[in-house]
Nanobody
Framework: QVQLVESGGGSVQAGGSLRLSCAASGYTYRPYCMAWFRQAPGKEREGVATINRGSGRTDYADFVKGRFTISQDVAKNTLYLQMNSLKPEDTAMYYC?????????????????????WGQGTQVTVSS
């Protein structure tokens, strides 16, 4: 059973930066694709970025391209999301997710229904 635990959320001013972490454990075989999603109050959960754990291939939602970077430390079983140039509209609960299927690149993150493993989330609040 894959277990995911996020950390690193907090409150920052617009233009600031945060780095989220997601510690993965409890599995025998590593998930093929890891992802970050976010959900703002009253909105649907949306994909932010994905990374394939074998190839390291990444993909991003258009609204974070050039500002956010997804990365991984395979030895530490940890996923990261470096968030720069944060905007108030980035305020949301951020979730780590995993699946046993590779993620494509260039088409944006897959929908949430395609991920079977989730963390509990970490809150990011950006003030203007």
């Amino acid at each position: 059973q894959v277990q995911l635990v996020e950390s690193g959320g907090g409150s920052v001013q617009a233009g600031g930066s945060l780095r989220l972490s997601c510690a993965a454990s409890g599995y025998t075989y590593r998930p093929y694709c890891m992802a970050w999603f976010r959900q703002a109050p009253g909105k649907e959960r949306e994909g932010v970025a994905t990374i394939n754990r074998g190839s390291g291939r990444t993909d991003y939602a258009d609204f974070v391209k050039g500002r956010f970077t997804i990365s991984q430390d395979v030895a530490k079983n940890t996923l990261y999301l470096q968030m720069n140039s944060l905007k108030p509209e980035d305020t949301a609960m951020y979730y780590c997710a995993a699946r046993y299927l590779s993620c494509s690149a260039g088409t944006g993150p897959p929908p949430r229904q395609e991920f079977g493993y989730w963390g509990q989330g970490t809150q990011v609040t950006v003030s203007s």
